[in-house]
């Protein structure tokens, strides 16, 4: 098991990098490429959401991202202390595309994190928001 | 800090937007901006040109689907074109090919304007 933990401000401008940091590492420990791409990809969606939603944009606070490599899944963990996310149940992303007017503008970033990861799980304990995302990843077999 | 460009052009009637490096949280703004000015100057025809365009997030999608009601209220269309593989990806994940016309080229989005102008 390979562990590394990386820190942010929760300022939009860190997400990019770190994501892209992450993807690194994900890469060294030889996870396949695709399933890299749609990590990172879970990945700034997620922080994009600590910032917005526990954060309300204030750029001030901290976020936290451990990530775990195995030779069978990815998890990471991302925790926060903003304000607590509610009815974080399954995400549906329901629209009639010939009704243009009701569109959704939000709330894609969940349902995209839902789709591209085997398992996802919120809880908020103690002031502590944490949010876990876990992906089965194909790794070559060692020699 | 992340890398985005965006540079709008005319063709014609039509307005092109070229995206460039990562559409995100952070950078979603300076596309607002570029939907906004094409307004106010009563430009409601785009393409979007997404060749240069490494990533999007579903912030830089929300761009898209707050401004092609406008569009299209205004006999216009938001249309995109030279997607690559991993962007196309996000967004037929979340059933964009229902909402907007996807060509492989530039000219090709362009011409479907001109088609609809012709009718």
Do not use: W
């Not at chain 1, 309300?56 to 990530?67: A, E, F, L, P």
């Not at chain 2, 300076?30 to 393409?47: H, R």
């Not at chain 2, 593989?85 to 996000?90: E, H, M, P, W």
């Amino acid at each position: 098991m390979k562990t590394k933990e990386f820190k942010i401000r929760s300022d939009y401008s860190e997400v990019t990098p770190v994501t892209k940091l992450i993807r690194s590492f994900c890469l060294e420990e030889n996870v396949k490429v695709s399933d890299c791409n749609e990590t990172e990809i879970c990945l700034m969606e997620a922080l994009n959401n600590v910032i917005k939603h526990a954060y309300k944009g204030d750029s001030s606070k901290s976020i936290s991202i451990d990530v775990k490599i195995n030779d069978k899944e990815l998890i990471i963990r991302i925790t926060d202390t903003g304000y607590p996310r509610k009815n974080f149940g399954k995400p549906k992303l329901e629209y009639d595309p010939n009704d243009i007017e009701n569109l959704p503008e939000g709330g894609m970033g969940l349902y995209i994190i839902d789709q591209l990861m085997d398992e996802i799980f919120y809880e908020s304990q103690n002031g502590i928001n944490t949010f876990h995302m876990k992906k089965i990843v194909a790794k070559p077999a060692s020699v | 800090m992340a890398d985005f460009n965006v540079n709008v052009r005319g063709v014609g009637s039509v307005s092109v937007i070229d995206v460039k490096g990562y559409l995100d949280a952070h950078t979603a703004p300076q596309l607002e901006n570029a939907f906004n000015q094409l307004i106010d100057g009563s430009k409601y025809k785009v393409v979007v040109n997404f060749n240069d365009l490494s990533y999007i997030s579903s912030a830089g999608l929300g761009v898209f689907m707050a401004y092609v009601e406008t569009m299209r209220e205004n006999k216009g269309d938001i249309k995109f074109s030279n997607m690559q593989d991993g962007v196309y990806n996000i967004f037929d994940l979340l059933g964009f090919p229902m909402l907007y016309e996807f060509y492989k080229n530039e000219n090709e989005a362009i011409e479907k304007f001109k088609e609809s102008i012709s009718k």
